[in-house]
């Protein structure tokens, strides 16, 4: 876990976040909506609410610049904002009000909502409220070197309320067998600080929010490889096969969630702990694409993903997409996308505190206290789907679409296992030139 003291100047901090930019592996970033435009404007906003929980509003402007046969540039700008309340980790109860409250970050409140305490622990909210500001700035350039061949380059900076990350991105494109067989590898990498509001993230081992501690800014680090295979099968009939993994360093806990000291005989919390994930990730994930053309105008696309890493979370994906012309103006493109995850290792809805107590004395890390722990619901097993529909339209003013979809989550042991939310996406891609 790398962690250092928050005595950073501002204007070092600006200066290490704009020498680096986010990765994005091997953006194509060539298309045009309509052929011989040497100049597009993307407009797009997304609508994002879960019930109950997190809402999400995105804008996005994006253009790219045909410059001349062989480059083209795009430049992308994003804010969205997040509002709401989302889970700390806490377990919730149904008996009588505590008189203190705290956030996750261990700061107190007097509030006095309802839940479980005890003489030890102070009452965490099992969802506590969000808000949250994104900018990020972008810009990739795709470059033909020859007529088989090309590379692609390209450079993000994001910046939160509390996190920001900066990082570049490279791929090299070759084409083969009389351009029916396209060849990519790619590489990014990223750098991240996160600096929590009100919080520090936690050290290395489980420690109780109510203790006390110097450290403030996370850091992490990722490298992505790429490999992918795209063949022509007929003049109908698309597939592609890709292979990426990775591995991320550093702080990967959440400073916001926390674990529960459950007592056994009461029910109630006898403490709250930070949670504690490992300090790197090895990921790696393969896809498998084919797209098909059932009749002359129609497109059906199959999509499939097996991913793995070293916390034991292995997931399936299973996307499917028809885009239906409706004239040679317009179309529908319905959707559905299935996802399946297994829980981390280290996932836990709470700790048993006749058995599990960080804070017991006696040993260096406790009674029996697991070395990482979280009760993050993002971590847990899970299925999800979505099911969506995208309407699309072009015309002398460029290009329309709107695009609704709802996604349904189902975990299986802890709490808020449900999600249900839906999302409205508007896009117009205008042809400048």
Not at 171 to 194: H, Q, R
Not at 296 to 305: A, L, Q
């Amino acid at each position: 876990m790398q962690l250092k003291k928050k005595n950073r100047p501002v204007s070092q901090a600006l200066a290490v976040a704009t020498c680096t930019l986010l990765s994005n592996v091997a953006q194509n970033v060539a298309a045009h909506d309509v052929d011989g435009k040497d100049l597009d404007y993307t407009t797009s906003f997304l609508d994002y609410v879960e019930q109950d929980r997190v809402k999400v509003r995105e804008i996005d402007q994006t253009i790219s610049w045909q410059m001349n046969d062989d480059i083209n540039i795009s430049g992308t700008f994003i804010f969205d904002s997040i509002t709401g309340s989302t889970p700390t980790g806490a377990l919730s109860t149904n008996s009588a009000a505590s008189d203190t409250s705290t956030t996750a970050s261990g700061t107190s409140s007097g509030t006095g909502f309802g839940g479980g305490t005890s003489n030890t622990a102070t009452f965490i909210d099992p969802l506590t409220p969000i808000v949250d500001r994104r900018v990020a700035v972008s810009g990739q350039i795709l470059h033909e070197i020859t007529r088989t061949s090309s590379y692609s380059a390209g450079a993000l900076f994001s910046s939160e309320d509390d996190y920001s990350s900066v990082g570049l991105n490279g791929s090299y494109i070759m084409e083969l067998n009389n351009k029916l067989t396209t060849l990519e590898f790619g590489t990014a990498g990223s750098y991240d600080i996160v600096s929590p509001i009100g919080g520090s993230p936690a050290p290395d081992r489980l420690t109780n929010v109510n203790d006390t501690f110097d450290l403030e800014d996370g850091e992490k680090t990722t490298i992505d490889l790429l490999i992918s295979a795209t063949q022509i099968l007929n003049h109908r009939t698309v597939a592609k096969a890709s292979l990426t993994t990775g591995v991320t360093s550093g702080y990967l806990s959440d400073p916001y969630k926390v674990v529960t000291l459950r007592n056994s005989t009461s029910g109630l919390a006898d403490a709250y702990f930070h949670e504690r994930r490992p300090d790197s990730r090895n990921r790696s994930s393969v896809n498998l694409d084919i797209s098909h053309q059932p009749f002359d105008e129609d497109v059906v696309s199959i999509g499939y993903r097996y991913f793995w890493d070293d916390w034991d979370i292995t997931s399936h994906t299973l996307d499917i997409r028809y885009r239906r012309q409706i004239n040679h103006k317009s179309y529908y493109m319905p959707e559905f996308r299935f996802y399946s995850q297994s829980a981390a290792f280290f996932y836990v809805p709470y700790l048993n505190a006749d058995d599990q107590n960080p804070d017991a004395v006696g040993t260096p890390s406790g009674l029996n206290a697991p070395e990482y722990a979280s009760a993050d619901s993002r971590l847990d097993k899970m299925t999800a789907y979505t099911l969506g529909i995208k309407y699309g339209i072009e015309g002398p003013l460029g290009h329309f679409r709107v695009r609704y979809a709802f996604y349904g989550q189902r975990g299986t042991v802890g709490e808020f296992t449900d999600l249900n939310a839906r999302f409205i996406q508007l896009s117009w891609t205008i042809n400048i030139q």
